[in-house]
Every structure is written in structure tokens, then in C-alpha cells.
């Protein structure tokens, strides 16, 4: 699966309280602090199946320049290929593409955190 360049902490979604085997949300709080404590975790992922990774690079258009080689990381200029694919994003109006080095993930993680690119 291709990774998004944000990594974040699953937050686990458990009952607050058990009584017996009837998970309850009624020990100690009511259901609208449950509700909006759920409600605060929800995040978008955007994220593609590795079984899907060759439809989407084939309607990006770049299909091609990764199995013919000329697919380059954006920071350190290596070849992409499958195995070593972090993330892909918008610039420019170009599709730039990041490898799986950890110097390329930083570079990646500051330009989105500096406002520079967003996802």
C-alpha cells in the first residue's frame, strides 16, 4: 500500500466502560461525550491498494516512466521503482513522486508542514 507522508497514531476506538458483556457508554459519561470524543478523532486518509498502485500511476500518466526507469525522487534523485515508492503528490502541476529514505520523507514532512505543498 502507498503510504501518505503523514504517519499518525490510530487512536483505538474503545468502550469507555464494560458491565458484564454489555459494552455501555453510560459509566460515568453521557453518550454526547462519547459521541463528540469519537467525533474528534475521525481523520481522512488518503491511501491506494497495492493492487491499484499501477491504475492510478497509468491515469496519472506516469505509468510508463516508472517501468521504463525515469521515475526520480523529487530530493535525492533516485530511481522509483515499486519497492522503494513513499508517497506521490501535487506540484507545480506535475505529479512529484518521494522514495522510501528517510532524508526524503523529512524533506517531504517539512514541506507540507511549511504550508509549501498540501495533499
Not at 491504475?55 to 522503494?84: M, Q, V
Request: glycine share 6%; with cysteine; hydrophobic share 40%.
Amino acid at each position: 500500500m502507498l503510504e501518505w507522508p503523514i504517519r499518525r497514531a490510530w487512536r483505538a476506538r474503545v468502550a469507555l466502560a464494560t458491565v458484564g458483556s454489555n459494552p455501555t457508554l453510560s459509566a460515568g459519561r453521557n453518550k454526547k461525550q462519547a459521541s463528540t470524543r469519537n467525533e474528534v478523532n475521525k481523520e481522512v486518509i488518503k491511501a491506494v491498494h497495492d493492487q491499484d498502485v499501477e491504475k492510478l500511476f497509468e491515469r496519472l500518466g506516469i505509468l510508463r516512466k516508472l517501468k521504463e526507469g525515469k521515475l526520480k525522487c523529487k530530493f535525492c534523485k533516485a530511481t522509483i521503482t515499486s519497492e522503494n515508492l513513499h508517497s506521490l503528490f501535487p506540484q507545480s502541476g506535475a505529479i512529484k513522486v518521494v522514495c522510501d529514505k528517510i532524508e526524503c520523507v523529512k524533506e517531504l514532512s517539512n514541506l507540507l508542514r511549511e504550508g509549501k505543498i498540501s495533499l
